[in-house]
């Protein structure tokens, strides 16, 4: 049974970081793709940022891009998503979410991962 489990949210200041840490049991990063998403309330989820796990090739939103950095540790299993520069409107829960398959262009898109976190909460405040 695969399990997503997120960790590291919490509250900080605006131009604060944070480091969110996707743990993830009976699934191995051999391949496949690995997203992080975000939902403030009354919002659509969005899409943050994707990791293809056998090349470490990164891609980000325009939101986030140059802020926010997504890295792997494939000996923990574990997927981080590292948050700098941090504003108010990244205030979200996260999500971190794992698929076997390689398109992750596409996967990102559609939000189609098969697999999916609880989500761990940040909040920014101003």
């Known amino acids: 049974q695969v399990q997503l489990v997120e960790s590291g949210g919490g509250s900080v200041q605006a131009g604060g970081s944070l480091r969110l840490s996707c743990v993830a049991s009976?699934?191995?990063?051999?391949?496949?793709?690995m997203g992080w998403f975000r939902q403030a309330p009354g919002k659509e989820r969005e899409g943050v940022g994707f990791l293809y796990t056998q090349s470490s090739t990164t891609s980000y939103a325009d939101s986030v891009k140059g802020r926010f950095t997504i890295s792997q540790d494939n000996a923990k299993n574990t997927v981080y998503l590292q948050m700098d520069s941090l504003k108010p409107e990244d205030t979200a829960m996260y999500y971190c979410?794992?698929?076997?398959?390689?398109?992750?262009?596409?996967?990102?898109?559609?939000?189609?991962?098969?697999?999916w976190g609880q989500g761990t909460q940040v909040t920014v405040s101003s």
């Open positions: 979410a794992a698929d076997p398959g390689y398109s992750c262009t596409v996967l990102f898109r559609r939000k189609s991962y098969n697999y």
């Open positions: 009976g699934y191995t990063f051999r391949g496949g793709c």
